[in-house]
């Protein structure tokens, strides 16, 4: 199983900063494996990710269902607490208050219950960390967008959603090699059966902006006067 998944992530087709992104993305939404959004938490900070962003990236995971989203945010935390207590001779003194639970959830896709269960949650955990430790780089747009859509492969949200996910990402400017690789790289944690589920409507997707971009704007010159 190590071997099958190290030939995955290790595919040139997408860096290994940005599967780490889309792996914790994946596992916060699944909200059942630990075990394993710890390794990824410490793989997104490992591969050079800010602690902002490795929060952001769980609240993109879990806004589409906060089954586990406790538990998610907490593993994070609990990451940057152990990070944090290596590196506190590095951090400056005089902390000031914890920032702002809202600062972490401009992603956040969910009803009023879950959203203040996430909020709840992560105004629990900022009180454990000096803020000098999360007033860090956030994510960017478009790796909040990989983010997204990689946690919207696990929620079987359905065609449509997939379709406008995948047009999501083309418009910020990822590539479509890429997002095949994405594809398959998200494989490895929902399976083969359920990956198929998503073929069609990002190959649709594909096709449709495509033909928006190459298609010559017929209506540019229909207002002239000759």
Not at 20 to 48: D, K, R, S, W
Not at 138 to 145: A, C, I, P, V
Request: hydrophobic share 45%; with cysteine; proline share 5%.
């Amino acid at each position: 199983m190590e071997t099958v998944y190290c030939d995955v992530i290790g595919r040139p087709g997408l860096s290994l900063k940005d599967r780490e992104v889309a792996t914790v993305a994946v596992l916060a939404a699944q909200g059942n494996t630990p075990i394993a959004l710890t390794f990824h938490c410490e793989g997104m900070l490992n591969t050079g990710w800010y602690p902002r962003a490795l929060i952001e990236t769980v609240v993109c995971g879990v806004s589409g269902s906060t089954q586990g989203a406790a538990t998610a945010i907490a593993i994070a935390f609990d990451v940057l607490m152990q990070r944090q207590a290596v590196a506190a001779q590095y951090l400056p003194s005089g902390d000031g208050l914890p920032p702002a639970p809202e600062t972490f959830m401009h992603t956040l896709n969910a009803g009023r219950q879950s959203y203040a269960l996430v909020k709840a949650v992560l105004t629990d955990n900022l009180a454990r960390l000096p803020s000098a430790v999360v007033d860090s780089d956030s994510l960017s747009e478009k790796s909040r967008q990989l983010a997204t859509f990689a946690a919207a492969m696990v929620q079987r949200v359905g065609a449509a959603a997939i379709r406008d996910q995948t047009r999501c990402c083309l418009a910020l400017g990822w590539t479509r090699e890429e997002l095949i690789e994405l594809i398959i790289h998200i494989t490895a944690y929902i399976g083969w059966p359920e990956t198929l589920n998503l073929v069609a409507p990002t190959a649709e997707a594909f096709e449709a902006f495509h033909e928006r971009i190459t298609q010559p704007d017929s209506g540019s010159q229909s207002d002239s006067i000759p």
